[in-house]
């Protein structure tokens, strides 16, 4: 499987304080990779340094074959496209004069804005000007930006937090259809939902170091309670083992019709976090 990201031994220290620790990982092309920390644990950092915007304290990197002295080149930023918080649009240009700036810049066809403006759900907001866009509205023609000229990898620091319910599962229907064609994702969240539903693997961040990394199901089932839940008519809640022990005691309930429903007892992504790292993933 061909790695489109490898990280060896990465650190970052500012001053005193060290943002990241001998971190490892790989992304393989064609995954959408999720990179999840609470506040301050290294996530832009990371972003930063992959994207040619920060230098590592040390470490060894590679980025689409690139190591980090060529990810400053314009060959390079073609091949990617990054969302971070800090917008760069033109404030007096419409969501459309912008994008438009984008695809002469990028040698994009001029008709693709139409479709990354459906995938961000701003089809008829095109003419709006932008210092007049609330922040979610600011957060989406952003990310339609950053993957107008379909990328070979695109960095998303967290594509959703300005967003609402209902734009944040068109926005994941979008990067999932952006995936299928072909662009790796490399995706920093708080949010846990949003990375079961993306990410083919996901690594834990805390205080600078991956403490976790795998396939969001492997890690649910890596650490499944070894019981189940059972709700019972009279309203109660029990655990029953998983093992042969349990199996008398569900058919005792089934048998006297004592049963509502059953269900494995896996824990969330963010319970897991929280177990691993005892801090919440806020
Ligand atoms: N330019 C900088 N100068 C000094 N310290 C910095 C700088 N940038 C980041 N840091 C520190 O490095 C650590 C990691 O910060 P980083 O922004 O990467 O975290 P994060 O996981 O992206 O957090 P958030 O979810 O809040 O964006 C923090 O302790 C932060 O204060």
Redesign the pocket.
């Known amino acids: 499987m061909e790695n489109v990201i490898e990280v060896k031994h990465l650190a ?1 220290v ?2 005193n ?1 060290t ?2 620790e001998d971190v490892n990982f790989s992304v393989q092309k064609g995954e959408t990779f999720g990179f999840l ?12 340094i992959l994207t040619g915007q ?1 230098s590592p304290t040390s470490g060894e990197i590679k980025v689409l074959d690139l190591p980090f002295l060529s990810l400053k080149k314009s060959d390079y930023r073609k091949r990617i496209g990054v969302l971070t918080d800090n917008s760069g649009l033109y404030q007096r240009l419409s969501i459309y004069e912008n994008l438009k700036l984008y695809c002469q810049l990028y040698d994009v066809p001029i008709k693709r804005i139409d479709e990354v403006l459906e995938t961000v759900n701003l089809a008829s907001e095109a003419k709006k000007v932008v210092s007049k866009l609330s922040k979610g509205m600011l957060q989406r023609v952003t990310l339609a930006r950053a993957f107008l000229h379909e990328p070979d990898l695109l960095f998303l ?2 594509p959703t937090s300005a967003l609402d319910p209902v734009n944040s599962k068109h926005i994941h229907k979008g990067l999932k259809k952006l995936n299928d064609k072909g662009t790796t994702i490399f995706l ?1 969240t ?1 949010d846990m939902s949003e990375a079961e539903q993306l990410c083919d693997r996901v690594a834990f ?1 805390n205080k ?1 170091q991956i403490r976790l990394l795998d396939a969001p199901k492997m890690l649910r089932l890596k650490y499944a309670d070894e019981s189940i839940q059972v709700q019972l008519t009279n309203g109660k809640e029990i655990l029953i083992p998983k093992g042969p022990e349990g199996a008398d005691e569900l058919h005792n309930y089934m048998s006297k019709g004592q049963v509502v429903s059953i269900h494995s007892n896996e824990p969330t992504l963010g319970d897991i976090f929280v177990e691993i790292t005892g801090r919440e993933l806020i």
């Open positions: 970052k500012f001053g304080q943002a990241l920390g609470p506040s301050g644990s290294g996530k832009t950092t990371t972003i930063k920060l620091d967290e920093t708080h961040l600078g």
